[in-house]
């Protein structure tokens, strides 16, 4: 159980193109969904938490107008990165929660690698 | 703040035990997880202890929490090569936004064969 899936899982395309991201729970609801961005050999970095129906909430230092989030549904958000640059190739992964208690814990998706020419 | 630390790297031969040792700061951390990332892909929860237990086991997982000097480790038993991968602890904080992780950097772990 508790299975997320991310796509697509690799992204190539020219500067400039906005560049969708899916992710979305398979077997669960999920309340509150987690995106974060992971440089090469580096850990995780969060970049916004989102909860279904509501606006995302940013961690310092990420642009909400370069990188827009939705999540319209328990089961679906989206991370859209708008005009994107070089600078934001990176390797993009989302997390799902299944619910709004401490025991939760997070569920990732396989990850999308995003390389901008 | 939140800190969260682990050593870089780790090669045991296949066969033995593999320990990989995570220190956090945060002593109103709730859960402490334990995940798994193979190259290339997302990450994959092993398993994870709630803050007021001292052991949890497995099957060749066990991990060790001593809460007051807020270590936590991950042992391996019978370590095999399909277990080389990077592995990262992580804390948890709860408050309205749901379960925050905090990520220590990740342990690679070389399994030989």
């Known amino acids: 159980g508790a299975v997320v899936s991310q796509h697509p899982s690799r992204v190539i395309c020219k500067s400039g193109t906005s560049v969708k991201i899916e992710c979305r729970s398979l077997d669960f609801q999920a309340t509150t969904m987690f995106w974060y961005r992971q440089f090469p050999k580096q850990s995780l970095m969060l970049m916004a938490t989102s909860n279904e129906g509501s606006k995302a909430t940013y961690e310092q230092g990420v642009e909400k107008d370069k990188f827009l989030i939705n999540h319209a549904s328990l089961t679906l958000s989206t991370l859209t990165v708008t005009s994107a640059h070089p600078e934001d190739s990176s390797f993009y992964i989302c997390?799902?929660?299944?619910?709004?208690?401490?025991?939760?814990?997070?569920?990732f998706g396989d990850g999308t690698r995003l390389s901008i020419l | 703040g939140e800190d969260v630390e682990q050593s870089l790297f780790l090669s045991v031969r296949e066969g033995d035990s593999s320990v990989i040792n995570c220190t956090y700061t945060d002593s109103s951390s709730t859960y402490l997880y334990w995940y798994k990332q193979e190259p290339g892909a997302g990450l994959q929860l092993l398993t994870y202890?709630?803050?007021?237990?001292d052991m949890k086991q497995d099957q060749r997982l066990t991990v060790l929490l001593n809460k007051k000097d807020k270590h936590l480790s991950l042992r391996i038993a019978d370590t095999q090569t399909g277990d080389s991968a990077i592995y990262f602890c992580a804390e948890s904080l709860f408050n309205n936004a749901g379960n925050m992780l905090t990520f220590g950097g990740g342990t690679r772990l070389m399994v030989k064969p």
């Open positions: 202890i709630f803050s007021n237990m």
């Open positions: 997390s799902a929660s299944g619910g709004l208690r401490p025991n939760q814990p997070q569920h």
